[in-house]
């Protein structure tokens, strides 16, 4: 049984910064490829960074250079750091994994989802 636990969230201020995690159980996160997506209210959920199996990593335009997915797989554990925190990034983040050398933008794409995990942040 795979299971994806995410944890970290919480409040930070504008200009903050939090550290997500996601650890796996069932699968061998350095074999998938292994993803953040987040969900504001009334938004679709999006795709922030991914890292492939082989370690290439993705990032959404909103996120670049404040934002860092990285992976220990000697704890097959999926780490987010998130700086320069803004309002905007204030949403549900929920870690995401599937089987392929490749990651796919769109959630319907991913096998595996964690339970979610809030971020809020405020101004």
């Known amino acids: 049984q795979v299971t994806l636990v995410e944890s970290g969230g919480g409040s930070a201020q504008a200009g903050g910064s939090l550290r997500l995690s996601c650890a796996a159980s069932?699968?061998?996160?350095?074999?998938?490829?292994m993803a953040w997506f987040r969900q504001a209210p009334g938004n679709e959920r999006e795709r922030v960074a991914a890292i492939a199996s082989g370690g290439a990593t993705y990032y959404g335009e909103a996120v670049k250079g404040r934002f860092t997915i990285y992976r220990d797989n000697a704890k097959n554990t999926l780490y987010l750091e998130m700086n320069s925190l803004k309002p905007e990034d204030d949403a549900r983040y929920y870690c995401?994994?599937?089987?392929?050398?490749?990651?796919?933008?769109?959630?319907?794409?991913?096998?595996?989802w964690g339970q979610g995990i809030q971020v809020t942040v405020s101004s």
């Open positions: 069932g699968l061998f996160a350095g074999g998938y490829c």
């Open positions: 995401g994994a599937r089987l392929l050398t490749f990651c796919p933008r769109y959630p319907a794409e991913y096998t595996y």
